[in-house]
């Protein structure tokens, strides 16, 4: 019988990864299943970690009332688990990986349009149930070829409309924080199973253990390579550089794709086998179509408005990416006697890369840890925007990591943030964003034009607005979040992370005014108070933050899955408007993926 357990205890005197937790006698193999950080600071009491321990018992001692030891933190009883595993989760999902007893000879092809996690999930857990075969399509080009187009970007200012930090192999999460919370539920079943599937392909044990669980983008490109690479074993096909740009849709019933293959500046990668020589259009044909082409796909959603697929304009967040330096977010974070202790870099260029410590630390100090740096959340449901109230919260916060151009077009800059897996940069940087509703007055005069394609197009002009206040060549329009909320240019300012230079402009003046207003408010009102030294001369907005989230929604039915109207069409993921991360990405596309198996496996039996 297995017993769960929840233990606090102060941060210093727990090692990394090994629980030194004294157990009662009678409690055996004890393993780790949670750890997170508890940084409230309650009357000075430092920073603690809380774990969550499965342990086992005997059987008589399992049915006795156990009384728990107190020391060396407080230990709390949770459940007692069940062994076992099942293969379907208790959300009646099928699981991959898994032999479900049938064998097919005529396996059923499911064309996967985007191979980001939701399009990858889907097509692994397709290809591993044996019943059908994945072909993936994906405009941008493998890991390692984008990375190069991503180098590009960053060097000679040059960005690739196909592959960039949005567009490529592991759509765009790639280049990004790799942060995998979630909130679908840090525990449910197929939760879980993306961290293990993740951790199959190479990413390291520890995120099934962390509260909050982070890969960096270093270990995102091994992972992918994995997982084409047993993609592929398993008969799925992954096909780069064909940007799909036309749906086959004959009597409410989708039947195929067109799709533009672009040639490859690749050829001699022995990866890129499936890329043509030449710019040509091809036709795919398939038993269904999942649409998996995340929010930054613009192009789509106009094609699927053509095609007569039904879209629905949703609510969505924009605002800007503030940057602090991370030693400040420490303090705040965890006092000023806590906040020194965190192992950081004396500076990103530094090229011993020595582990630093701005207090004097013990051995024992240094090799412990001590604290990981600090995160932080914030978020108001209040903010003032003039007439009523709006929400405005930090999102996709990166400790330690590096803003970065997210765009997809030329003349158009949005940025976002990313981080290497040991988070070790000299910032913090947040979105901080303010909610814009579907029916949103700000958006009157695009609805007018574009219908339920308003919010896209608001997001584009905005974009467009911060890269002309930029100066160009993607530098960011940033001011500093003191001159910010006193709607004044900043005459100087702080260095910053992102790499394509920031020119001091009046970043007050890009978003309509009920934007601005709820944005001050919120900072000065709300998070000053919860993060005092919040807002600071130091921290620097950087324009503009406008892909939180997709403005639009493709109709789909809650239980097949497929777009209203459409037969065997599966939107899935953020484009469609059913996910906001990696985690709960690649959880649609399992969904999806089991609708699939629903709609499609009952054919294969009777066959
Ligand atoms: P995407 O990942 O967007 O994948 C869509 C794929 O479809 C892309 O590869 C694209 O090239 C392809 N595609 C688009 N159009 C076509 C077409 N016409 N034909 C063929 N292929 C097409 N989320 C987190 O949870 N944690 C983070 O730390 C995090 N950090 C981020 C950092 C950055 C810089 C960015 C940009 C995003 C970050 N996100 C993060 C968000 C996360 O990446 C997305 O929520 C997630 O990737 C959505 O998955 P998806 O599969 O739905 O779509």
């Not at 321990?53 to 459940?79: C, F, N, W, Y």
């Not at 009157?444 to 002309?468: C, I």
Request: with cysteine.
């Amino acid at each position: 019988s297995r017993l769960r357990i929840k233990s606090d205890t102060v941060a210093s005197s727990i090692n990394d990864d090994e629980s030194i937790i004294a157990l009662p006698p009678q409690l055996k193999d004890a393993r780790v299943v949670r750890r997170s950080i508890d940084a409230r600071r309650r009357r000075g009491a430092p920073p603690k970690y809380s774990y969550v321990i499965d342990v086992t018992l005997s059987k008589e001692v399992a049915s006795l009332q156990l009384k728990l030891s107190h020391q060396p933190g407080r230990m709390e009883r949770l459940a007692i688990q069940n062994d076992g595993i099942n293969t379907t989760t208790k959300e009646g999902i099928l699981l991959p990986n898994t032999n479900h007893g049938i064998e097919s000879n005529t396996k059923q092809k499911i064309i996967i349009v985007g191979a980001g996690p939701a399009g990858l999930f889907c097509a692994l857990s397709l290809a591993s149930s044996g019943l059908f075969t994945p072909i993936v399509l994906e405009r941008g080009k493998p890991v390692e070829a984008r990375g190069k187009s991503i180098g590009a970007l960053i060097h000679r200012r040059s960005i690739d409309p196909e592959s960039n930090f949005s567009f490529g192999e592991g759509g765009a999460g790639t280049w990004s924080d790799g942060k995998l919370t979630t909130r679908i539920g840090r525990n449910s079943g197929p939760v879980r199973f993306v961290l293990e599937t993740l951790v199959k392909y190479g990413a390291p044990n520890k995120i099934l253990v962390e509260g909050s669980p982070h890969l960096g983008t270093d270990n995102l490109v091994r992972l992918l390579r994995n997982m084409r690479a047993d993609l592929r074993s398993m008969g799925g096909e992954i096909h780069f550089g064909t940007r799909v740009n036309k749906f086959h849709i004959e009597g409410g019933t989708i039947t195929g794709v067109d799709a533009i293959c672009t040639p490859s500046q690749e050829r001699s990668n022995p990866i890129c086998l499936d890329v043509d020589d030449e710019e040509m259009t091809k036709s795919f044909r398939g038993d269904a179509v999942v649409l998996a082409t995340g929010h930054s796909a613009r192009d789509v959603y106009y094609e699927l408005h053509k095609s007569g697929v039904e879209l629905e304009a949703k609510g969505f967040a924009v605002g800007f990416r503030v940057e602090h330096p991370q030693c400040l977010i420490n303090e705040i974070q965890y006092g000023k006697d806590w906040g020194d202790r965190v192992v950081t870099k004396r500076s990103s260029t530094d090229a011993a890369n020595t582990e630093h410590f701005s207090k004097d630390a013990t051995d024992s100090e240094r090799h412990s840890g001590v604290l990981p740096v600090a995160a932080y959340r914030l978020a108001t449901n209040e903010a003032n925007d003039g007439n009523s109230t709006r929400g405005v919260y930090s999102f996709c916060q990166c400790p330690g990591g590096q803003i970065v151009p997210s765009s997809t077009e030329e003349g158009e800059l949005c940025i976002n943030g990313m981080s290497f897996s040991n988070r070790d940069s000299l910032w913090a940087n947040s979105a901080l964003v303010v909610t814009v509703s579907p029916d949103d007055a700000i958006l009157d005069s695009y609805r007018l034009l574009h219908g339920s394609l308003a919010g896209l197009e608001f997001q584009r002009d905005m974009e467009r607005k911060a890269y002309e206040l930029g100066g160009g060549g993607m530098r960011a329009p940033v001011q500093r979040l003191t001159d910010f909320v006193n709607r004044k240019r900043s005459e100087t300012i702080p260095t910053s992370s992102y790499r394509l230079g920031v020119t001091s402009a009046d970043c007050h003046d890009i978003y309509p005014e009920p934007l601005y207003n709820a944005l001050a408010h919120a900072l000065v009102y709300r998070f000053e108070k919860n993060m005092p030294g919040f807002l600071c001369d130091e921290a620097l907005l950087h324009g503009v933050e406008t892909r939180t989230s997709s403005p639009v929604r493709v109709l789909r039915d809650g239980g097949t899955l497929q777009a209203i109207g459409v037969d065997n069409l599966f939107p899935s993921g953020e484009g469609a408007g059913f996910a906001g991360g990696i985690v709960s990405a690649a959880v649609d596309g399992l969904l999806v993926a089991n609708a699939i198996m629903t709609k499609f496996v009952p054919l294969h039996s009777n066959t």
